[in-house]
């Protein structure tokens, strides 16, 4: 007799949306390659073409110091600490140059709850990228820095996020999301936005016409179910506004935090989770591998796991390196990873369109970055 994940497989392999209670069963599951042969099968309807994709990012963190108090984070600073600081503007060009110079033409800035920085600070600060580097898509700012932005300058969110596209910001991450469930954020961390703000700041940005990414870093206090509920929080705001493109998620790394004394989760529970996202999210057209945590062995599986991108090429990454967890692949590894899976390696930006030419992988032998400005991206908001 049929077991019943088999009958939940075969309909997510034809189409048929799956419940929030089938996606804990597949949680609950053993038989990992059943699970990643369906999700893998998924992958292949939605995206039949012959190439994988990738992109090339680097992140600059614009300041470590931050109000929220997250047991998980080891990077941060609470204010006045004296290893806090505020990236000077000549070292933020610095790193952009750096970028530009192997090609590359988007960051991911992201930075902590500052008390002090105003609203129109952070509008200079994307006037003069977007001055100095007009080329240079800005893939800026977390729903947890947009919600902080509103309470500093006492203004709505919509206004404030029409400020920002104003000023030059071209596409929003899905950082602090960790998991979409008051319980597990109330537990994990103190001052920072909790689910329905959270995904307001994205609700907004979509009707804008922006397009963000999800993300979820698992494996800590959340359950199966509230793993699933937090999935069912994305696939229900990208049925309102389809602005998501695109899905990441990674286990949390405990070392150097409050939470350190957290099994980390393996392999086995990463690829699951990444397969029943895909399989849980139907309605997202892209999920990435997350190499950075996971590394290159088992971010290269996660292509047959559910995903069709393997994530960024990072010129920078600080925030994970922090918890200890530092990986590192060449612009030929990344490259290799996808090929020797037998797809075509394809460098994107983050709205997921295509570059014909690909990057000189003798000039970038560590981590570059990449992405362009979306011309029509946030017309009303810039009326």
Known sequence: MPRRIDHILAAACDGTRISAADAVELLASADLAAIGRAANAVTARLHPEP??????????????????????????????????????????????????????DQILLQGGLHPTLTLEWYEELLRDIKARFPQ???????????????????????????????????SLPGGGGEILVDRVRREITRGKVLTDDWLEVHRQWHLLGGRSTATMMF?????????????????????????????ICWSFQPDNTAMADVPPAGPFDYLRTQAVARLFLDNVPNIQSSWVTQGREIGQLALLFGANDMGSLMLEENVVSAAGTVHHLTLAEMRSAISELGFVPRRRNVFYELYDDEPDVAAAPVAAAAGVVQPTLLDAART
């Open 51 to 104: 190439w994988r994709t990738y992109n090339i990012d680097r992140n600059i963190n614009y300041t470590n110091v931050c109000t929220a108090v997250c047991d998980f984070c080891a990077f941060y600073r609470p204010p006045k600490h004296a290893e806090g600081y505020v990236l000077d503007r000549e070292v933020l060009f610095h790193k952009i140059e750096e970028m530009v110079s192997v090609g590359g």
């Open 136 to 170: 240079v898509n800005v893939h800026g700012f977390s729903p947890p820095e947009i919600h902080h932005f509103t309470k500093i300058s006492k203004l709505p969110l919509r206004t404030v996020l029409e400020r920002l596209a104003r000023a030059g910001l071209g």
């Open 219 to 247: 494996g800590h206090v959340e359950t199966a179910a509230e793993r699933i509920e937090h999935l069912e929080r994305v696939r229900d705001l990208q049925d309102e506004t389809g602005g998501f493109t695109a899905f």
